[in-house]
């Protein structure tokens, strides 16, 4: 399953406190015509390449379905940022 | 037939338990093999494959302590070794050759996704930390990576 939602929080030295709720399914919707459209290209590419083009695309969506769950947390002083893949 | 099985028969041939009491060990007996299924179910739970990487660092640097919490779902770690796998020949030979340069003898050929499985069933039992002190014994860098 492909990650659909992410969340970014960012917390300054100063206190200020800022929170974005990613709706990523709308990237995904968006990014789907400009995908289909570059996929002659991608499999010209891969060609040129020798790489298997069909192996080559299922990688490239196994990578964005192992996003889900990803989780990376920073922290320094009194900075933090926070970014989850749901 | 066992020998737990001949040993109640053996009994029973001696008249030192009765038909029912023959009856009730065998069937006992045969219980037995459905408890250890159960035991073993229960091992497989336990021993589950993990589902993440983290990595924790904890750095008290000179302006001021810096964390680091990263979780990695292994799902991408496997993705990520097809991708290695998908690098073409002559691109991988640079690679190579640069992570040399940095100290890094790797061979990203060997890197397979038949060997991923593998690994990541070691990496459950795995758990690495690392404690890096200065020089006046405070604790300056600890790293810590395992799977949950």
């Known amino acids: 399953m492909i990650p659909l939602t992410a969340v970014v929080r960012i917390c300054t030295a100063r206190r200020h ?5 990613l709706p990523l399914f709308l990237v995904w919707l968006l990014l789907l015509p400009v995908a289909l459209l ?14 298997n083009p069909f192996r080559a695309i299922s990688t490239a969506w196994q990578i964005t379905a192992g996003l889900s769950g990803t989780h990376v947390e920073v922290e320094h002083r009194q900075t933090s940022v926070l970014v989850h893949i749901y | 037939m066992n020998e737990h099985r001949q040993q109640i028969l ?7 338990v009765t038909t029912d009491e023959a009856e009730r060990l065998i069937a006992a007996l045969e219980k037995e093999p459905t408890s250890g299924a159960t035991a073993n179910a229960s091992d497989v739970v336990a021993k589950a494959k993990p589902k993440y990487l983290r990595v924790m660092v904890e750095d008290a640097g000179s302006e001021g302590p810096i964390n680091v919490n990263v979780r990695v779902p292994m799902q991408l770690l496997r993705a990520g070794v097809k991708l290695a796998s998908l690098i073409p020949p002559q691109a991988r030979d640079r690679l190579n050759v640069a992570m040399g340069e940095h100290g890094m003898m790797f061979d990203l050929s060997q890197v397979k996704p038949e060997n991923i499985e593998e690994l990541i069933d070691e990496l459950q039992d795995l758990t690495v930390d690392v404690d890096e002190n200065r020089a006046n014994g405070e604790k300056k860098t600890k790293v810590r990576v395992f799977c949950e």
Request: aromatic share 12%; charged share 10%.
């Open chain 1, 38 to 51: 570059l996929l002659p290209i991608i499999f010209v590419v891969c060609l040129v390449c020798s790489v």
């Open chain 2, 10 to 16: 053996e009994m029973l041939a001696a008249g030192k």
């Open chain 1, 17 to 21: 406190r800022f929170g974005i709720w």
